[in-house]
């Protein structure tokens, strides 16, 4: 009998588990399930141009015609009910049974729910999906008033493209600082001028008590202290949880994601799981977080596919991240996470980058409008351990550096 491997999930990494296996000699049967009914596509562009634009159709990630040919069968629209770990059986909502030999669990994660007062309100916005962006993109029409809670790349980069359509935009952040999470206080700084100057309402270390409504739909936003904000919608964009029910049912090791390896294996040898819902460790990762970015969904599960098909490798690339606000494109390379220093670096009024150190170790780079810098940090970080003075011996460019290292010796 031919062994068959089942992939849950619809996005980057299920489509790319999909085919790293076959490329790498993977010969028995591939099944894709997928709750959403689209082919796998591209997601970035939901909180960018999908709201800005008159189309609403999706980018896919790789035609139909690909999944066919690589014989990789296509259950969209449908969702795993339950998991069998005795019989390694999938139920399917359409009441389809499906036997597996190996499992891989692409299943990303949700968004993060509001908890205040008022939230299961109508015109209240979450955005993950295609789905949420054409129902957002349809009430964003009528609406004058928007407010956005949490001041994250999906609530900035929201905020941007609305407030080009002549919205009136307010963005809640109970943080201190916009992207407070992610970039240094001098990019916060730089994207918070950004947003004032386009007319982005920003309120930061505010907190939403209630959202109150007329009728069943929000009206207004009430915050901590008393204010209120007049919002024919709002958005939350406050983070996301993993999607642990399938790894729950067969007693998977789990905490904030699904745990595996350097191979993605989870605590069942049958089983992986890799992209947004996976948590690992690695050298550029040794806080052991879950990332979310393309870059970890696409390499992670190129890696997973690979060991699939018996091909022995282990997953450990440098995380790289973008963000697209107005004319301005945040990149960053590595993560800053348990850096002891940083040094900023200034251009013109829309340029900027910010070194990150750990141990004289330079460990992330953010750069604002440098595209050059940005893969020139790519390629050292990956390779090279690069220290503060490597740095200032060439001002701080990355190029040059990274010219010299190349040079023969």
Known sequence: ?????????????????????RENGYGEDIVVVSEEAELPYHRPPLSKTCLKGASD???P????????????????????VALDRATNRAV????????FDVLALAVGVSARTLSCAGADLGNVFYLRSIADARLLRTAVVDAENIVVIGAGFIGLEVASALVQQQKRVTVIEAANRVLARVVAQEISELFSSVHAERGVKLLTSRVV?????????????????????????????VGSVPNLGL???LGLRSGNGIVVDSRCRTSRQNVFASGDCAL????????????????NAIDQSRVAGAVIAGIDRAYDALPWFWSDQYDRKLQIAGLPFGATEHVVCRGSTSQMSVFHFRNDTCVCVESVNRPREHVSARRLLSHS?????????????????????????
């Open 385 to 409: 351990k690069i220290s503060k003075r490597d740095l200032q011996d060439v001002d701080f460019d990355l190029a040059a550096l990274l010219k010299h290292s190349s040079a023969p010796s």
């Open 209 to 237: 008590q209630t959202l109150a409504g007329e009728s069943g739909v929000v009206r207004r936003v009430i915050l901590d202290d008393g204010a209120s904000i007049d919002a024919d919608i709002v958005i939350a964009g």
């Open 61 to 80: 990630l790789k035609s139909e015609a690909f999944y066919s040919t690589n014989k990789i069968d296509l259950e969209l629209g449908v969702k795993i």
């Open 92 to 99: 399917l909502s359409n009441g389809r049974h499906i036997p």
């Open 1 to 21: 009998m031919r062994q068959k491997l089942l992939i849950v999930g619809g996005s980057y990494a299920a489509s790319e588990i999909a085919s790293s296996a």
């Open 57 to 59: 159709a999706v980018m």
């Open 280 to 295: 690992f460790h690695g050298s550029f990762n040794s806080s052991g977080n879950r990332l979310e970015s393309v870059q």
């Open 247 to 249: 790894a729950q049912q």
